[in-house]
Nanobody
Framework: QVQLVESGGGLVQAGGSLRLSCAAS????????MAWYRQTPEKQRVFVAT???????NYADSVKGRFAISRDNAKKTVYLQINSLKPEDTAVYYC????????????????WGQGTQVTVSS
């Protein structure tokens, strides 16, 4: 099985910063793209940022210039640096990874973490 574990969430004042981490483990043959999504109780889960295996990135318009996604392939870890936080950034942040398992190396599947809460106070 493949497991993703997030860390780094918490309570922060508006204008502050956080760094989220997500480490992948298990019977992994290859990790393709990795991404972050977020969700509030009243809204669907929405895209935040993604990064390919070779480091190409893309961001939602709402976070451009404030958030930065990166990855460490040796550690099988993706990061999300979040700066200039706003109250509307408050959400549960979910890690996603497109993974090929050792047992089925020609097939990839999206795996999800359990989420980490980010709360921004005004």
């Amino acid at each position: 099985q493949v497991q993703l574990v997030e860390s780094g969430g918490g309570l922060v004042q508006a204008g502050g910063s956080l760094r989220l981490s997500c480490a992948a483990s298990g019977s992994i043959f290859r990790i393709n793209s990795m991404a972050w999504y977020r969700q509030t109780p009243e809204k669907q889960r929405v895209f935040v940022a993604t990064i390919t295996a070779d480091g190409r990135t893309n961001y939602a318009d709402s976070v451009k210039g404030r958030f930065a996604i990166s990855r460490d392939n040796a550690k099988k870890t993706v990061y999300l640096q979040i700066n200039s936080l706003k109250p509307e950034d408050t959400a549960v942040y979910y890690c996603n990874a497109d993974v090929s398992r050792r047992e089925y190396s020609d097939l990839s599947f999206p795996y999800w973490g359990q989420g980490t809460q980010v709360t921004v106070s005004s």
